[in-house]
């Protein structure tokens, strides 16, 4: 069965600083992977996703995820955060296998300014 | 305007009522989603249809029950709704996958409250 995992439920970074935001997972077969963000009072926007070829993917909002298959993980990442990149966002995982999303637990970044 | 629209977006109703939330999409998405959000829980997937004469159960569907009235509406109806069934429910849509992986398209929730 597939899975997926945040392990940090929330995250704190400086504005300016560079932010990551931990994923792993768990599948049979080959993953797709998605991030998503959520806004207060808003439903999930797609942010990104992976299904085969270049590691590092990029997406919306300057933010970039990268695949590693070794450490079954997929982190979103963003150079330089912002104050508005405060929110919350999950990770996702479909085996090519199934049509079913599994979706994380999600984890909250605040951004301070 | 939104491509997936909930309505309504707030309810607040008692314990044993019947209840019907509605979902329309503008997206022509084949594939049609119901979750349910809860702190620290994340999104779990109640029921999903592929299509018109596709229904499928997801990881909770006991005590729910849905409609795919047509391609573009999804209903989820409570038969007798119980106070943990209050949560943020959230209806999503996709294009038939061709083998990318299509993401999922959501609208902005219905805040469910059951006394």
């Known amino acids: 069965a597939q899975s997926v995992a945040q392990p940090e439920d929330q995250v704190n970074v400086a504005e300016g600083n560079p932010l990551t935001v931990k994923c792993t997972y768990s599948v049979s077969g080959n993953p797709y992977l998605f991030w998503y963000v959520q806004y207060p009072n808003r439903g999930l926007q797609f942010l990104l996703k992976y299904i085969t070829g270049d590691n590092l993917v990029k997406g919306s909002y300057g933010f970039e995820a990268e695949f590693n298959k070794s450490q079954t993980s997929f982190h979103l990442k963003k150079p330089s955060a912002l104050v508005s990149d405060s929110a919350l966002y999950f990770c996702?995982?479909?085996?090519?296998?199934?049509?079913?999303?599994?979706f994380g637990k999600g984890t909250r970044l605040h951004i301070l300014p | 305007d939104a491509d997936v629209t909930q309505t309504p977006r707030n309810r607040i109703t008692k314990t044993g009522k019947r209840i019907m939330l509605e979902c329309s999409q503008t997206?022509?998405?084949?594939?049609m989603y119901w979750y349910r959000q809860d702190p620290g829980l994340g999104l779990r997937l109640i029921y999903y249809s592929f299509d018109v004469k596709d229904i499928n159960k997801g990881e909770i569907s006991d005590g729910y029950s849905v409609s795919r009235q047509a391609q573009a509406k999804f209903s989820l109806s409570l038969e007798s709704a119980i106070p943990n069934q209050t949560a943020l429910y959230f209806c999503?849509?996709?294009?038939?996958?061709?083998?990318?992986?299509?993401?999922?398209?959501f609208g902005d929730g219905t805040r469910l409250s059951i006394l």
């Open positions: 999503a849509t996709s294009s038939r996958d061709s083998g990318a992986g299509q993401p999922q398209h």
């Open positions: 996702a995982v479909r085996d090519s296998r199934d049509d079913k999303i599994i």
């Open positions: 997206k022509g998405h084949d594939r």
